[in-house]
């Protein structure tokens, strides 16, 4: 759930977002206690009349001192790497969906079945119904069944453009030329909504992203449609 009042990362919708939030709440834990820590110090000597001399010139203090960094780094490189072999991993989808970036619309391909593909616009404001929501609702959007390994292959036609859905833990560059995959996996139904995160010109902002997470069984019906069109 995303308010206006909200000062953390949206809720997961994701086993990898959930990791990664896991990630960020043991990082930051980890940075608190450095922020109080060094804090602390800073303050004594601010306020101290006298230095001890043992914190300007020792040996123990200046093996302590290396220790412990490299020490606080490792806790947050390993938590960091396996994350990272994670997020590239990719186990039997059960659905791929081709995407290209263009200036400044998504266009989307079902390479599994036959001739499924179509082109993502925002709504403008003139034709919006109520139902709609401003500058990141899409004309057609894109469907997954939930609980499905999902890979994403994504490029683009003229600029590099970004496809992001934020509480998927899903971001990938569009490049021209080029073919990035990603793959992910939805634990819940609802519809999440992505902007594009690469500046890539004049109407950056207007080519937002929208992914329907419903049943398998809506999904063949959904499919037996756009078949059928």
């Not at 186990?91 to 263009?102: C, V, W």
Request: net charge negative.
């Amino acid at each position: 759930m995303v308010t206006w009042k909200t000062l953390l990362l949206q809720d997961s919708s994701s086993p990898l977002m959930e990791q990664l939030s896991f990630f960020h709440d043991h990082a930051l834990l980890i940075l608190i206690v450095i922020t109080i820590l060094v804090g602390q110090l800073m303050m004594n000597l601010f306020y101290n009349k006298y230095i001890n001399r043992y914190l300007l010139e020792g040996q123990l203090i200046e093996l302590i001192w290396t220790i412990l960094p490299a020490i606080t780094l490792i806790f947050i490189a390993m938590p960091s790497l396996k994350l990272i072999y994670i997020l590239d991993e990719i186990n039997n989808p059960a659905l791929t969906i081709k995407t290209m970036g263009h200036q400044w619309y998504w266009s989307y391909e079902y390479s599994d079945f036959k001739n499924i593909e179509f082109d993502s616009y925002m709504i403008p404001m003139n034709e919006m119904s109520n139902s709609n929501f401003r500058l990141i609702d899409v004309d057609n959007r894109i469907s997954i069944p939930f609980k499905s390994q999902i890979r994403m292959l994504i490029s683009s036609s003229d600029v590099i453009h970004s496809w992001t859905i934020p509480s998927m833990g899903v971001k990938i560059d569009a490049t021209p030329g080029r073919l990035n995959q990603i793959s992910f996996i939805s634990n819940r139904t609802g519809m999440f909504f992505g902007q594009c995160s690469e500046i890539c010109g004049a109407n950056h902002s207007f080519m937002p992203i929208v992914l329907e997470s419903i049943s398998p069984i809506f999904f063949l019906k959904w499919m037996n449609k756009m078949i059928n069109l």
